[in-house]
């Protein structure tokens, strides 16, 4: 749909979309590791991923701050999830 959308094509043009999809991803709950997860909990992480993008936008943070936010965020995120039983019953 990007490609139909803009007209053009080449080999990186969604790269700036994976850093968030994989972002709203772990943030919505959803385990990396597959298994335990679901749509609407991704959804939830996506929306609040997007106030989150939206606010720091509004300060005037540049889109490689916004990314390093998003990783300071996924970091501790991914950490309490993976202290889950059920990620270590799969491993």
Avoid: N
């Avoid at 094509?9 to 700036?16: A, E, L, M, S, Y």
């Amino acid at each position: 749909m990007l490609l139909g959308w803009s007209g053009g094509g080449f080999i990186g043009v969604g790269d700036q979309y994976l850093f968030l999809t994989v972002a709203a991803v772990a943030v919505g709950g959803t385990s990396l590791l597959g298994g335990y997860g679901g749509y609407g909990f991704t959804v939830i992480g996506v929306l609040a991923l997007q106030v989150i993008s939206t606010f720091l936008a509004g300060l005037g943070l540049s889109f490689e701050g916004q990314q390093f936010i998003f990783g300071l965020l996924i970091l501790p995120l991914v950490a309490l999830y993976s202290r889950a039983p059920h990620i270590r019953e799969q491993i």
